[in-house]
């Protein structure tokens, strides 16, 4: 299990002349990742993603609060001590970090070298590690001559060779094309399985948490804002940043020039656009029809989306709502008590 608790981080950072100024990059954070879980943390570019995951391991030490992995204080330990913790939680990179001077044996072998194990019993740890990842065959070859998909496999092997508790990926994906991606992201899934490996994971892709995470946390300018299952963080984003999040994935803005016609208040013969999501039992009720039947209101859809996401199904639309004021907030109450949320985003006027 990994623990957080009450975490921040300052960092000072010297202005020419000015003194330092203090940015702070982990403000409160508190995070419990229980044991056998793959938790992810995703966030903007500077949110504080990778100095939360490094604070788990203490290659940034926090300036206050605790981290505790497996029951052992991280804050607490002695230098020796903490090198002896830190065999127990592996950690993979956006850039892979290998040894460019070793071979793909030897990178991995170098943690249980470091660790004083000798030849022979390094060689059986080595060997089962290149075969898990799918690499045996390219035990004597060098990083230059592997594609970054292989590289990523080579410094999980390395990152697994101390058997660690704790799996720390941070940005593990982003500098792979989508195919690799997946099956880097797929021999995650099964050393989390197989090895019940706790891993936290920190990205900027929504993809990266649909395929493997349990639970996600949102990370905005150094607070934690979001913690959530992954199928209600899909479904019921809490925070305006997790909607966008939601619709950046989804891709599912109006379209450009719709945009520029939305006014914000309703005027004569404007009618309301708005973004409607829906899952669970919503998902195959035929709401639209009923709109029409119930309220009177005719329902354009302009856009529209069904995603599933472990094993619950969300859907998406855009549509416009047309019928009198009084019909179309009726049609909205009516979308809201069957468990639709309804996001006016804006009103329009009819072209014809
Ligand atoms: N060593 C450092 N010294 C000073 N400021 C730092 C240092 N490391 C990070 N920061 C600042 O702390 C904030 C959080 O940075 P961090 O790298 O943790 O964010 P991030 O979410 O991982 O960003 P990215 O996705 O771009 O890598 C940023 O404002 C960054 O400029």
Redesign the pocket.
Known sequence: MIELSNVSKT?F?NNKGNGSHA?H?LKEANLIVPKGTIHGVI??????????IRCVNLLERPTSGTVTVDGQEMTSLSNAALNRARHRIGMIFQHFNLLTTRSVFDNVALPLELMGQKRHTVRERVIPLLEMVGLADKADQYPAQLSGGQKQRVAIARALASKPQVLLCD?ATSALDPQTTSSILELLRDINHQLGITILL?T?EMEVVKSICHRVSL?SD?ELVEDSEVGDFFTAPRTQLGREFLNDFLQLTPPKELIERLVDTPRDNTHPVVRLTFSGDAVSTPLISRLARECGVDVSILQAKVESIQERTLGLMIAELLGTPTQTQQAMTYLESHQLQVEVLGHVQRND
């Open positions: 960092y950072s940015i990059a966030g903007l570019s500077g949110a504080g993603k990778s100095t939360l940005e920190i900027h990370i150094g």
